[in-house]
């Protein structure tokens, strides 16, 4: 049981390293289309809800917001980071998804109110192998790479990923792209 548990750690180690160099030689100009994210983040989060977590609560602005992007790239990304919040996050605890628009820029924020991030280790969040709680590890899954290949996959759809966390208090996720002209 011990050689079968190792040998699947490292075969999804395996597969996240061959994630990461794919989204590092991403070519953003590649199979982009335009989406109107209001209906994709709602079908995203009412999934999640169903399959991972009861408690999933949506703000979506009301006008569309459309972006050119690739769909499955971004689907990556935003279902990365909400299973990083349901991991995260007691199962009773609400998490939030919002969409609205500042500017020229979608803004999609995942939020949650799991135990936080320290501030020691908010800065090395993004870098590949870096986990919080070295201890945890195998307990919670996960090889350390996920929010290495989010960071790079939000670079070359043009966007940007942020962080915003206090400990004890939870973590939001910020994912900002650029939209099309209304």
């Known amino acids: 049981d011990m050689a079968t548990s190792e040998a699947e ?21 590649l199979a982009q289309e335009p989406l109107i994210l209001n209906e994709f983040v709602r079908d995203i989060a009412s999934m999640t809800e169903k399959f991972d977590h009861p408690n999933i609560q949506t ?8 972006v050119q992007t690739h769909r499955d790239y971004l689907m990556q990304v935003l279902d990365h980071l909400i299973q990083n919040a349901v991991r995260y996050s007691d199962p009773n605890s609400p998490i939030l998804i919002r969409l609205k628009q500042v500017d020229k820029f979608a803004v999609i924020q ?38 290495a290949i989010v960071k790079t996959l939000t670079e070359k759809m043009g966007g940007t990923l942020s962080l915003d966390s206090e ?10 792209l650029p939209t099309l002209g209304r």
């Open 9 to 29: 750690r490292m075969t999804q180690i395996l597969q996240d390293l061959i994630s990461l160099a794919r989204a590092e030689s991403f070519d953003s100009s």
């Open 59 to 66: 703000e979506i602005a009301p006008l569309p917001i459309r």
């Open 110 to 147: 995942v939020s949650d109110r799991g135990e936080g991030i320290p501030p020691s280790d908010q800065a090395l969040i993004f870098e590949p192998f870096h986990r919080i709680d070295p201890s945890r590890s195998r307990a919670t899954g996960g090889t350390g790479l996920g929010l």
């Open 167 to 176: 400990p004890g208090v939870g973590t939001t996720f910020t994912l900002t």
